[in-house]
């Protein structure tokens, strides 16, 4: 007798188990992109979303603006001076899809472009433009780095350039006897 009731409450529990492993909650702000066997299947809105456990994964994808803080950098301007920035960027997801599928990751990408890029601008100016005009350096930043990361699923919405440092050497010390 004591044998089918614990049968009963042991299949009870499994059942209940499996339930609560395949529920899962999407935040407000995010996207869950549903993987099976490493495709992708599905997208999900915020909300309870379900999964079948072991065979589905479902990962979670902030739609909200991320800061990648503080990002040096180290380029030469158009006079062969090297300077070392700290700048703060702005990046967000536009396709979950492709940021979750994306070698490497798309934050890693997006640090990789901003960086191309402000190296880029930084070789197009000498040294008295860029420490006059530091924070219209920057500006065209986001439009330069797109082909880069639109790949990937991301766009850099914003960058800040915090803070310019010059190592001064013997071709600038040159420069200013």
């Given at each position: 007798?004591?044998?089918?009731?614990?049968?009963?409450?042991?299949?009870?529990?499994?059942?209940?188990?499996?339930?609560?492993?395949?529920?899962?909650?999407?935040?407000?702000?995010?996207?869950g992109?549903?993987?099976?066997?490493?495709?992708?299947?599905?997208?999900?809105?915020?909300?309870?979303?379900?999964?079948?456990?072991?065979?589905?994964?479902?990962?979670?994808?902030?739609?909200?603006?991320?800061?990648?803080?503080?990002?040096?950098?180290?380029?030469?301007?158009?006079?062969?001076?090297?300077?070392?920035?700290?700048?703060?960027?702005?990046?967000?997801?536009?396709?979950?899809?492709?940021?979750?599928?994306?070698?490497p990751?798309?934050?890693?990408?997006?640090?990789?472009?901003?960086?191309?890029?402000?190296?880029?601008?930084?070789?197009?100016?000498?040294?008295?433009?860029?420490l006059?005009?530091?924070?219209?350096?920057?500006?065209?930043?986001?439009?330069?780095?797109?082909?880069?990361?639109?790949?990937?699923?991301?766009d850099?919405?914003?960058?800040?350039?915090?803070?310019?440092?010059?190592?001064?050497?013997?071709?600038?010390?040159?420069?200013?006897?």
């Open positions: 007798m004591e044998s089918p009731v614990l049968v009963v409450v042991v299949v009870l529990a499994v059942i209940v188990a499996c339930g609560y492993a395949s529920v899962r909650m999407v935040p407000a702000g995010s996207v992109v549903v993987l099976r066997a490493g495709r992708v299947t599905r997208r999900r809105r915020p909300g309870p979303v379900v999964v079948v456990p072991g065979l589905e994964r479902i990962e979670m994808v902030s739609l909200r603006p991320a800061p990648i803080e503080p990002l040096g950098v180290t380029a030469l301007t158009r006079d062969a001076v090297e300077v070392d920035l700290a700048i703060s960027v702005l990046w967000r997801v536009t396709d979950p899809v492709l940021a979750i599928t994306a070698e990751c798309a934050r890693a990408v997006t640090a990789a472009a901003v960086e191309r890029g402000v190296r880029h601008l930084v070789a197009t100016v000498d040294l008295a433009d860029l006059r005009d530091r924070a219209d350096l920057l500006a065209p930043l986001p439009t330069v780095t797109w082909p880069l990361v639109e790949p990937f699923g991301v850099v919405v914003d960058v800040d350039l915090l803070d310019t440092e010059v190592r001064v050497g013997p071709e600038l010390l040159h420069l200013l006897a």
